[in-house]
Every structure is written in C-alpha cells, then in structure tokens.
C-alpha cells in the first residue's frame, strides 16, 4: 500500500451553513447512496444488465458540488454517472427506468447506466469512453462564453461541472482542454474524483504526478485538492470556483481525494485493493461524517435525519416500482433517434 | 451570374449562413487570423470576431468534442478539418459523441455542426494527406456523408449542411478548390440527400463522387466520340445514398460502373454493390464494375501515384467493355 497522501485540513464548524441547506445535502447523499445499493441488489437479482459502477463512498463529491449549481448550470459525467445524474435532478425514477431499459428511462432505454442524458436537466451525459465527456462539457462552457460575448446575451453566465477519474487525468483530452479552457476563460468546473485506483490500475503507477491538482498551475489555472469525503469541505472549494466561473474569470481544477466503496463495477471482484487500505476509507463514510457533523452543530436531530432516510427510502422503493411496471420500447422504434427529425 | 472559385463558392456559405444565424460559428486550426488553410474563411475573423471564427490549438478530438458540446447546447459549429485526414485524431468524437450520442441519449439531444475540409489525394503529398476518410466513417451511425465537386453544388450544399439539425462530414477535394462557375446572384440551397444527373444517358451508369466526377466527365468525352452514351452520376450523398435516383438510372440502363476515389476494401462502392444486390438485382444485366483507388498507402513518387487512383482512360475502357458485352 502506498503512503495515503495528508488530507488537506478544513475546518468545517467555521463554514456557515443553514439547516435546511444542510439537509439537502444531507437528503442528496442519502439519495445517492440508497439508490446505489438498490442498483447493486437488483444486478445480482439480474434485473439489470451491462456494466454498472456505483458511485458508493464518493457522495460527498457530486452534491458538494452540484449542490452548488444553479438549476440551469450543466453537468457533465462518466460512466459513473447515477449519483450526478441523480444529484443534478433527474427524478430517481426515471434514472432506474434507464437501467431496466425502460422508454420511460431518461434515456429512453437506449442508453443505460453508463448513458444517462436529461436536457431538462442540462445533464449533458454519462459518457462511457475515458475522457471524452471533456471536451462536450468544454462545449458547453463555451456556448455560455459564446451567449455572453459573441451574441450579447448578460444573463448567459451558466457554468459548467465536468466530473471524472484520476485514471482519466492521464488522457490527453484531459490537458488539451484545462488548456482551451484556461486560454479562453470557460466558466468549467474540472472535478477530478480522486479514488485512488482506475480499475485494477494504481494512480501512483499510472502516472508521473499523482497529485492532480498541481497540474493547473501550467495552464494559469487555479488547482484546489480537497477532502473528498467532507461534503463542506467539497462545497466550500466549489462555491468558490463557481463563483470564479460565473463571474468570468475562467476554470478550476479541483481535485477531490475520495474512495469508491465497491469494486470498479458489479462485474469487478476487487481483489487487488488491500482490506487495510479499505476500512481506513470505510472509516471515513462521507454519510456518516456529515451525519456526525449535522448533529454537533445541531442543525439536525437523529429524529429528523431519520425521517430523511425514510423518505428517501420510499422515494427508492417507489422509482424500483416504476421502473418494474414501465414498457419496454417499442420494437416498432428501433431506429427512432438516429436522426434530429425521428 | 459570378464567376467563383470553389473555395471562394464555400466562402460566401460560410458567410451568408453566419450572417443569417447568428448561432452559427467556425473553429479549427488557423481557420481565424490566418483565413484556413485554404483560404475557406478568409477575412471572416474579422468580419465576425474571435469567437465566431475561433482559432484552436491543435487538438483534433478536444475541439470536436467541444463542438459537439457546443451543439447540443443550442449552437451551430462548423470545424474545419485542416485536412480531413487529421480527423483521424477525432475518430472518438466523430463516431461516439457526434454520430451515435442522439440515439444513445434517447433523443434528448440533436447535433447540428458540420465537419468540412480537405480530403482526397492531392499531387504527391504523401500517405497521410492524401486519405478518404469517407470511406472510414461510412459505417457510423448518425452521420450525413456529402461530397461536394463544383462551385455550385460546394456553395448550396454547404449551406444546406450548416442548416441541418443533424451532424454532416462534408468532403470538399484539396484538387477541387480552384475550380470556376458562374453561380447565381440569387440565393440557393442545395438538398443534401439528392444525387445529381450530371449526363443522361442510357447505356450505362456511372456512379461516382468528389474528383472523380471529373475523371469521368473527361472519360466521357472520350466515349461520346466512339458513339456511347452513359448516365452519369455524382452521388453528393455518400450517406445516405440516394437510392431513388441510382435505382431508376439502373431500371433505364441495367449496367453499373462505380468510379471512386476512396480504396476498393471496404469502400464506398462496396457499399454500393451490395445495396444494389439487395434491391436491384434483378435488374442488373452485368455484374456491378468498381473502379477504386489501390489497397495502398497513397505513395509519393509521382508516377505511382498516378496508378493508385483510378485515370479517365481506365473508366473509358470499362464502359467499352462493359458495353461490348451486351446482349
Ligand atoms: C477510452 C477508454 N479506455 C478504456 C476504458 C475502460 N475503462 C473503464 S473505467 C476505466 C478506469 C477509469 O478510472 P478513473 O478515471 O480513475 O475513474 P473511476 O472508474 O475510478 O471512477 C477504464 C480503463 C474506457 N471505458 N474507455
Ligand atoms: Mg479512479
């Protein structure tokens, strides 16, 4: 096992945050965690196909983050994509549909868990190929820039999260576009999930420079590293780059040290990671650290937070319903959608 | 009526499309300040500013994927391929991202841009710029192949392409681009699923695109002297092909001859063959001819270059047996 890197220091009890926010937070991560679980029971009970990667133990990344976007700002993820998805507002419902291969999938049953799309939602794709949801979230970003000065439009200041791996970090698209986007400003946010392994690949031996964040300052641009597992650390450094981006003034590169509490996907016997190196992550539950901090700040009681789970828990029950009770596509349509005019 | 070269014809679509919509931008490499490499954007930097004629670094993949993200929120991007070849670098984006993301995504997005440049073998340029990625891309789902060949049809089918919600490769000839024609004061678009009766004729059908068009214009010339008298098709559409007009050529001639620039394994032609077999077979009163480039890397030297595409006397003398055979 590789020396754990030192965890930047937040000092969480100094950040301000109203109960009710703390909630959403709170309720955003319950969300992701029991939606995933539920993934993982209906995979082994072979109700769903393909290749699933949970998101379990990273919640703290997706709703820190997109919990600090606009409604109208974009997401942009990877084949790890139910948790952004989710965290962005596509209802649980139709997010379990996709995965049943449901046409009331938010996909339509054509893409599946590794390509989830709402534009109701701008969540702009789970993108299944290694980097290549990158450049689309780069364009994105453009278009707002392009709204805004090319076409005159001040109210286009929306901004752009583009989230993905640390083995993705290594692809070139990964540099070309920090490079793009510091050159011309984009407002993208350029959140690196840190979690230590690309499927059976350690970062340490996959690349030069483990510490991601460091590769900013090349292109000028701000790299944050940040405790993946502390939802206000991760909303803090998010709240500042959001504001960074829709004020103009370009890209961030956050880096956040996390851990995926599963193998890869459901297919992945995850063997190569060493039982130590997993309880000291399982040690630091990024649920189980907010719910610690949500009660010492008593901006919550276990009552409340209890009715959170229930709820969410219900919400779950009721998507896996849905899910099970909707059609199927109709064969009929098999080539609807190849075209814009299908 | 203006006399216009070619690339002068794509110019003024690009243009007239950019001052029509202002959603509609260019990117690539050197495309802004420098006016593209083949002079396709010349003056448009200024005309329109640095974002609507945005100069890219050199990365192929990134900047299309880019697009493609720009499309999907509501723009209209053009790349210009500096020279199609470099798309190759774009593979991912172009098939992934531009081709297939509609349908995976359910319908959630469309993809407007178009993908232009330079493609086809050029005079010695060597292998790696003288590549026919038409052929490579054929297979991808979602895209609109087109090539154009005359200042005419470059100019409305461009304009057409840019107006298109969905993503069109559009292959213009580095050969192609001085090529003169009066075209119309008038403003005109050109369908892009029609290919274009460039000869009626009724002994044969020749079915051909891009350059080659010409290789075979001159070839028929030739022909029109011994007494012969072929249909000459361009296709323009290499994607769809536009079976209405190749099938009611070959209900008139029941001959086929295919002239391609693109190399005969796996080409465009091949396609063709075998679309034709499954509608039109039995109209057919020969077995399909394909002329195509050689299974080669395009090499350097002059003269064997010369022998890797297909000459108009080649064309000439399959018509002639073609028709000789006749019953
Ligand atoms: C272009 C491409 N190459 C390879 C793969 C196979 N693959 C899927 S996930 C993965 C590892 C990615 O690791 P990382 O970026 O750290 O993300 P994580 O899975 O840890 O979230 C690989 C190699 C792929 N999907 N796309
Ligand atoms: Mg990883």
Redesign the pocket.
Known sequence: MVQERTLPQFHAPAAQIAPEEGLRLYEDMILGRFFEDKCAEMYYRGKMFGFV?LYNG?EAVSSGVIKSLRSDDYVCS???DHVHALSAGVPAKNVMAELFGKETGCSKGRGGSMHLFSSEHNMLGGF?????GIPVALGAAFQSRYRRDALGDSSADQVTACF??????N?GQFFECLNMAALWKLPILFVV???K???G?A?ERATSQPEIYKKAAVFGMPGVEVDGMDVMAVRAVAQEAVARARAGEGPTLIEALTY?FRG??LADPDELRSKAEKEAWLARDPIKRFEGYLLEQNLADEGTLKEVRDRIQTRIDDALTFAEESPEPSPDDLYKYIFAED | MAETLLFNALREAIDEEMGRDDTVFVLGEDVGVYGGSYKVTKDLYNKYGELRVLDTPIAENSFTGMAVGAAMTGLRPIIEGMNMGFLLLAF?QIANNAGMLRYTSGGNYKIPMVIRGPGGVGRQLGAEHSQRLEAYFQAVPGLKIVACSTPYNAKGLLKAAIRDDNPVLFFEHVLLYNLKEDLPNHEYVVPLDKAEIVRPGKDVTILTYSRMRHHVTQAVKGLEKKGLDPEVIDLISLKPLDFDTIGASIKKTHRVIIVEECMKTGGIGAEIIASINDRYFDELDAPVVRLSSQDIPTPYNGKLETLTIVQPKQIEAAVENMVALKV
């Open positions: 990667h990273q990877t084949y790890r299944a190929f290694i980097g290549e993905f791996g640390d083995g993705t970090s692809n999930e840190n979690n392994w690309a499927i690949m970062h995926r890869h996907s | 991912n």
